[in-house]
């Protein structure tokens, strides 16, 4: 019998209940640790709209009230944070970001190790939540670390589904569908990983006999994700789409990138495009055609913003077309940029962001000036030196191991190692080479690589001890 089934003697289980519920709280805590530092949880400007929508959207959805909301953010978390907050205070959404965390490790550790798993829990969290990003993630009022959070669920209910209650399939089953929801490079991630999967069973008969179920499940639930989207904006904005109206971020990367610049000005001498009236000033980032104030994207009209998405796919093909080299080029020395540039960032002050907490939140502004946030003194950059160190010396770890883990069969750990590396390299490409590059967008997902490593090294310490006991028995003997 493997560790991972060992019988557990029936009288100790309320006890061990209680302990591993105690750890799993002394954990969330210890995951909060940058809002404690800050003295308040930390915002981003993107904090104010998911706040801000949360009221509207429930009351077009249950109450048939249509106001003003948000379409750029995700209509599903700003609905699950809203029982939380109520337009009161954002602590709230910390604790479930860092308990779910906390809850998904828990699950991560139990799954690899068999002995001392508090400990090793406990110890674990201490590690990643010093060394790693995940704190800082957890303790942000985005819902970037829901990212992570989906991609450990996908391997539990693949790979680890046998140490799994019925409860526990179903919660994870839960946060796979609101994870996806939660942003669309979460949705587009869980796709990416379903098709992995999918290969996987198509290739091998082994994979397809243990992992079918899980891949099957996790799948579902991904179609279900998109399905209750297309249904949302369908209601919200009278459109059958995914993103009901984002703004032209591939124009702009093409345009950024200059293979997207060099075909305007070729050839908007003969093309109606409502982007030709921009071809003498097109600037030279993403960031400036769509949020500087006086932009392309963010200065134009309504009826001028719609043009402007109707153009970008047209504008995107066409540029494809006639500069594929360039294109390619470029995307893929941004995605690169992306894959390397994880600090620990963003945790600075906004005046709009500032000024604008008491619309979504009442006598918010106040607490918010006691923080380091709001006097740009957050100290990150220490930690995010820590971080990028943590993160060299663990893909070293998980690239020497893997060749041992596949020939011992430590397929859990192997199953890990299959989603949260391609996860990694995906997310460069799906943020860097097609939005744009941000040290915030790898940083959220960075992480899975120490929390990868660190299991590793546990359950090959374990394996050392067991071996190394069970030779000292047969010399007793």
């Not at 209650?165 to 994870?179: H, K, M, N, Q």
């Not at 392309?296 to 080299?325: D, N, W």
Request: aromatic share 12%; glycine share 6%.
């Amino acid at each position: 019998m493997s560790a991972n089934h060992s019988p557990v003697p029936a009288e100790t289980l309320p006890g061990q209940r209680k302990r591993h519920i105690f750890a799993i709280f002394f954990a969330a805590i210890g995951l909060c640790w940058p809002a404690f530092l800050n003295r308040y949880p930390l915002l981003y400007p993107d904090s104010i709209t998911y706040i801000g929508d949360g009221r509207a959207i429930a009351a077009a959805l249950f109450l048939h009230r249509f106001g003003h909301f948000g379409w750029q953010r995700s209509a599903f978390y700003s609905l699950g944070i809203l029982p939380l907050h109520w337009n009161r205070s954002p602590w709230p959404i910390v604790g479930l970001h860092a308990l779910l965390t906390a809850w998904v490790l828990w699950l991560v550790v139990r799954s690899i190790v068999s002995r001392g798993r508090t400990r090793s829990y406990l110890l674990i969290v201490c590690f990643l939540s010093a060394l790693s990003s995940v704190a800082w993630f957890a303790s942000f009022v985005v819902p970037d670390i829901l990212g992570p959070a989906l991609y450990l669920s996908i391997y539990l209910l693949v790979f680890a589904r046998e140490t799994l209650s019925r409860t526990e399939r179903w919660l994870l089953a839960a946060l796979v569908w609101w994870g996806c929801l939660a942003h669309s490079t979460h949705l587009l991630l869980g796709v990416c990983v379903c098709v992995l999967l999918g290969g996987l069973l198509v290739l091998s008969r082994r994979a397809r006999m243990r992992f079918w179920r899980g891949t099957a499940q996790v799948s579902a639930i991904v179609v279900l994700a998109v399905a209750s989207q297309l249904a949302l904006n369908l209601f919200l904005f009278g459109r059958l789409s995914l993103d009901a109206g984002r703004p032209p971020l591939l124009m702009a990367r093409v345009i950024a990138d200059g293979p997207g610049r060099l075909y305007l000005e070729q050839n908007c001498p003969h093309l109606p495009w409502s982007i030709c009236k921009h071809v003498a000033n097109l600037p030279e980032s993403e960031d400036d055609f769509l949020w500087l104030p006086t932009g392309i994207f963010s200065g134009a009209t309504e009826a001028e913003k719609q043009q402007l998405r109707r153009e970008e796919m047209p504008l995107v093909l066409a540029t494809v077309r006639a500069f594929p080299r360039e294109q390619l080029r470029a995307s893929l020395k941004n995605a690169w940029q992306q894959l390397l540039y994880f600090e620990i960032a963003d945790f600075g002050n906004s005046s709009w962001m500032e000024s604008s907490l008491n619309r979504v939140m009442p006598g918010a502004e106040a607490s918010y000036r006691r923080s380091l946030q709001s006097r740009n003194e957050v100290p990150s950059d220490f930690f995010s030196d820590l971080a990028e160190w943590t993160v060299g010396g663990s893909l070293l770890v998980v690239v020497g191991m893997m060749p041992l883990l596949w020939r011992w069969r430590a397929w859990r750990l192997c199953g890990m190692a299959l989603i949260v590396l391609p996860v990694i390299g995906l997310n460069a490409v799906l943020t860097g080479a097609l939005s744009g590059i941000d040290a915030r967008y790898q940083a959220r997902v960075v992480w899975l690589v120490p929390l990868l490593a660190v299991m590793v090294v546990v359950w090959g310490m374990e394996r050392y001890w067991v071996g190394r006991r069970a030779a000292s028995s047969k010399g007793v003997r």
